[in-house]
């Protein structure tokens, strides 16, 4: 019986030490698992945020212990203690007496914290570190950067806000703003972001909240204020989530007066505390509580409940079961001043269980309010001691037991990196909404449609808006730069649309106050309304809070892009003609219109805009470019120029550079119409005799003669097309006497060719104050004809490769015969058109004026003129600006979406312009030792060329021109690489461009950029 007493003594003890231990390893392991350090990725999120809630909920650890915080604490005064619980108001635009106050209130009061407000970011930096020095307890900085720095700071990135973010279907991008704005913080030396804003704006009109909350929908709400949250505490900086318990639903703006929330405790738990909730059981360290009156939680008559123990302790610390920093909503806000004075209502704060007192007023008085209290028992010291000590954990978990000064060095670089400005893009991008799309209207496939015109509505400048456009379309814009004020406005603007069947209709000036109706005027409302009785199809494109919805009538394709700025502006109408696709849905309900509606539209490859990041590029790299480019135009290599590229069907830089010419202040833009030079070989001979082949109109080894019956019985009679192509022909490379007969002996021009002013007889433009005799044409393909061959034979007795000028003459004619049209007709009927380039073309000066034009020589040898809007090239110019192998002229766009097509072998925005196989049988090598394909140059192989990096795969092609232009296409790398420039003005002996190899050095920084090689990729 002895035995079995003792061992039955035995288990029970074993059963005891077993639960202890199994409860102690318990809780060891659950301090592990917060402490750990996170994970990179964005984890999953609370993927049921809320059944109905439990009473209470057992308590998530968040802040560490660590001997650090219990010596310190110990070390403290009840002064320095008490300093501890505020973070006072700075700024950094301030002068000399507002920074010698903060460092009285850090040196007497022994403040424990910071929050910056308005400023700059080397400003903040330098006061920063002015501060700390002068702390015994490193202190706490905080800013409210909701979206961001740019939210206080001047020369920092604002991200989209928060209802913006709401469209985006993806959290995961959430997530990485949070990180990035994460990364900005540590780097400025801030450790607490107040943010992400967790209210559900259920109310419209709520004047505070509104745009700031990421949209009505909880579930939205709460995935994506975790998905901030994770990004911002997974690179150690302190999230703080508000304004607990919900100032979602009021109509007043607590920084004027008390709003009053109504909900019932059911409301409050299905709706405004569900975000809360999820982020408390989650890992949330920080919460702001709101100045809200809430009867339901406590109806003290005019109690805020920031103020309230029956909130802040009973629902947030013990109900909740929040383990980490509670913070107050501002002090200084009238919401809670008009309860009492500042002191006494600081106190009362402290009383109801906040642990930080954000942004008080009356220091000296609320530090001797507390001593009192203390004294007389209100407040007990171990009550101030457990605040100090979540204080102090929190400063040591955010890296301040070892603070290091902030290096103020390439500070501003370092906040605004390519990473940040692409994940900015990316942001915009996801978030625009395509709410209706009445019939696919969208994306607009052909652009042959001449019946289509966009007008721009509201406040704001609505020119990147207008330019995109113009970039997939040619199309009339008109402007209501106010916005219609009157009926005869309308009246006049219908009068202008009359013959267009389709508008596109953007709209600006939206505001997020539902006060003036967020800004929407009757006179836009009036106009869209007039439109829809004109039967007109209306795109309508707002730029603002999807609120304004709720003001216009039905539309046939309603666009929101929530937010106004030029990447909104450049992107929407990359949605409209299908660039992008539309991915965006409403965070709210607006009229018909629930929280998450939307339309996914689809691409139909067309060339579409980003940023290098987005297509595997650096673009800090791609600045060397601009230094480059730059030191060109102040050596005189040339006056001005662009350079453009684009990698997978996307154009990450386009700039340009100088002016027109050396003597004015004439700038170069983006609509700078260049002579192309001998580009025009690949931008139009070629693609129109791919054209004909692919339709079987052409055999590449006949005989040119059998299409030009003029050159049988010739010295030209047996060379092929094919030879034409591979400048194999035995034609010379250009022919003086074609323009050297139609001149005197003197120098002079021959009045029987030439004459100052057009006529019917003297109507081929040679200058811009000079004609020829139309006949000039036929007299020069003759001359032509009856050239002499080149003497390079090879030992098989065919010709050998000579680059010729003459070869391109003849495609054209060949080109001419057989489609019975003019060069410049054919391509741009069948080509330029159907493209959308409006630009690119021959003799420009018949569409634009001379001033959008580059010049080129100041020509002293045949013309005695400058060349401005006239081609450069002698034989192209007497025979009226058309010819084969010059006279083209455009714009670094235009020629970007015409070798996108080529690059996607002939495909484009929806229509097949070659086959699939044509460009690259035209494009591959045939002639190694001179790097020629059919029509197109190819890169060296020995990498010894002036003009193309060596860098430049075996596939690549392209072509130059003898004005300073180049476009080269590499399919290996999914590259496209255009420059232009007028380097031949003043004068076409100025060779730098080749002698120092400009072309090729900013080709090399092209190749240069490239993280993610296209060959690599599997």
């Known amino acids: 019986m002895k035995n079995w007493l003792l061992s039955r003594f035995r288990l029970v003890v074993s059963v005891v030490v077993l639960v202890i231990l199994t409860s102690m390893v318990s809780v060891a392991w659950k301090r592990i698992r917060v402490f750990e350090e996170p994970v990179t990725t964005l984890p999953e999120t609370v993927k049921q945020p809320a059944k109905k809630a439990k009473k209470r909920l057992d308590p998530v650890l968040v802040l560490p212990e660590n001997e650090w915080v219990d010596s310190t604490l110990k070390s403290l005064t009840i002064e320095q203690k008490i300093g501890q619980l505020f973070m006072v108001a700075t700024f950094s635009n301030r002068d000399e007496s507002h920074y010698k106050y903060i460092d009285r209130l850090i040196s007497d009061f022994h403040i424990g914290g910071l929050i910056f407000f308005q400023g700059g970011p080397v400003g903040q930096a330098q006061l920063t570190n002015r501060y700390q020095s002068h702390s015994n307890i490193p202190l706490f900085i905080g800013i409210d950067g909701e979206w961001g720095l740019g939210m206080r700071l001047d020369s920092t990135i604002s991200f989209p806000k928060q209802m913006v973010l709401g469209s985006i279907q993806d959290d995961a991008l959430v997530y990485k703003m949070g990180s990035d704005i994460a990364r900005q913080c540590s780097r400025l030396g801030i450790q607490i972001n107040f943010a992400p804003v967790s209210d559900i704006n259920s109310n419209p009109g709520n004047p505070v909240i509104g745009i700031r909350s990421f949209g009505e929908d909880r579930d939205n709400v709460t995935r994506k204020a975790i998905a901030y949250m994770k990004g911002l505490q997974h690179n150690k900086i302190i999230a703080t989530a508000k304004h607990f318990p919900g100032h979602g639903d009021t109509d007043a703006d607590s920084h004027f007066t008390l709003p009053v929330l109504t909900h019932s405790v059911d409301q409050l738990t299905e709706t405004d505390l569900y975000p809360y909730r999820a982020m408390i059981a989650d890992s949330l360290m920080g919460v702001l509580n709101g100045h809200l009156y809430i009867p339901a939680l406590d109806s003290t008559p005019n109690l805020a409940s920031s103020l309230s123990e029956k909130v802040v302790t009973g629902l947030l610390r013990k109900d909740l079961g929040f383990r980490g920093l509670v913070f107050t909503d501002a002090m200084n806000m009238r919401g809670v001043l008009k309860t009492g004075k500042a002191a006494d209502v600081n106190l009362k704060a402290l009383i109801a269980g906040n642990d930080i007192l954000l942004y008080p007023e009356s220091i000296a008085e609320t530090v001797a309010k507390i001593k009192d209290a203390i004294d007389s028992k209100r407040i007990s010291e171990k009550i101030i001691d ?390 000039m044409r036929d007299s020069v393909w003759k001359w032509v004809v009856e050239s002499p061959m080149n003497n390079r034979r090879e030992r098989s007795g065919s010709y050998g490769y000579l680059y010729s000028d003459l070869g391109f003459l003849t495609l054209q004619k060949i080109v001419e015969k057989v489609t019975g049209q003019p060069l410049d007709i054919f391509v741009s009927a069948n080509i330029y058109e159907p493209l959308g380039l409006a630009y690119l073309g021959f003799n420009p000066l018949r569409r634009f004026s001379e001033k959008q034009i580059a010049p080129t020589e100041q020509d002293y040898r045949f013309r005695n003129q400058l060349l401005q809007g006239t081609v450069h090239d002698q034989m192209s110019a007497i025979v009226g600006g058309v010819a084969g192998h010059a006279g083209l002229f455009g714009t670094a766009r235009d020629l970007a979406v015409l070798f996108q097509m080529n690059l996607w072998k002939g495909n484009y925005a929806g229509r097949r312009y070659y086959e699939n196989a044509t460009v690259p049988l035209f494009s591959r090598v045939y002639d190694e030792s001179h790097h020629r394909g059919l029509g197109w140059d190819k890169a060296p192989v020995d990498g010894n060329s002036s003009y193309v990096s060596p860098q430049a795969s075996v596939n690549s092609f392209g072509h130059t021109g003898f004005t300073g232009t180049m476009v080269w296409i590499d399919p290996e790398e999914d590259l496209l690489f255009i420059f232009l420039s007028n380097r031949v003005n003043p004068d076409a002996e100025n060779t730098a461009i080749t002698t120092q190899r400009t072309r090729r050095k900013i080709q090399d920084v092209v190749y240069s950029s490239l993280i993610e090689r296209k060959s690599e990729l599997p």
């Open 386 to 775: 457990d605040k100090v000590k979540r204080i102090l954990q929190a400063k040591y978990w955010s890296g301040l037991s070892q603070y290091k000064p902030i290096d103020t060095n390439n500070l501003y670089a370092d906040l605004n990196t390519e990473n940040s400005k692409e994940l900015y893009r990316e942001l915009c991008e996801a978030s625009v909404t395509v709410v209706k799309n009445n019939n696919d209207l969208l994306p607009i496939g052909s652009v042959l449609d001449d019946k289509m015109a966009s007008v721009s509505i509201g406040e704001g400048s609505s020119v990147a808006f207008q330019k995109m456009l113009s970039t997939y379309k040619p199309m009339r814009s008109y402007t209501f730069y106010e916005g219609p004020s009157s009926q005869a406005q309308i009246t006049e603007m219908i009068g202008y649309l009359a013959n267009y069947n389709t508008v596109i209709v953007d709209v600006h000036g939206v505001t997020s106050n539902p006060k003036s109706n967020y800004g929407v005027t009757t006179g836009m409302v009036d106009f869209v309304n007039q439109l829809k009785q004109q039967n007109k199809k209306v795109i309508l494109c707002l730029f603002g809070t999807p609120y304004s919805i709720q003001f216009f009538p039905e539309t046939d394709v309603l666009i929101c892009a929530s937010q106004d700025g030029k990447d909104q502006q450049e992107i929407v109408p990359q949605i409209i003609f299908g660039a992008l696709k539309s991915q965006g849905r409403l965070p709210v309900s607006v009229l018909s219109y629930k929280a998450g509606s939307g339309v996914t539209t689809t691409t139909i490859n067309r060339i579409a805009f980003g940023t290098p990041e987005s297509v595997g590029m650096d673009g800090s790299s791609l600045k060397r470019i601009d230094e480059l480019a730059t030191a060109a135009v102040n050596d005189h290599v040339f006056p001005g120029c662009e350079v453009l590229v684009a990698r997978k069907g996307k154009i990450i830089y386009d700039k340009q550079f100088g002016g027109l010419n050396y003597r004015t202040p004439d700038r170069v833009t983006s609509e700078t119409i260049y002579d192309l030079a001998s580009v025009t070989k690949v931008s139009a001979t070629l693609q129109a005799i791919m054209l004909l082949y692919d339709r079987k109109q052409i055999d590449l080894d006949q005989k040119a003669s059998t299409y030009l019956p003029e050159l049988a019985g010739t010295n030209k009679q047996n060379f092929t097309v094919r030879d034409l192509l591979l400048h194999r022909s035995g034609l010379v490379s250009f022919y003086p006497p074609l323009w050297d007969r139609t001149k005197t002996s003197a120098g002079g021009l021959l009045p029987e060719y030439y004459s100052s002013k057009a006529d019917t007889a003297y109507y081929l433009q040679v200058a811009p104050k000079l004609f020829a005799k139309g006949a």
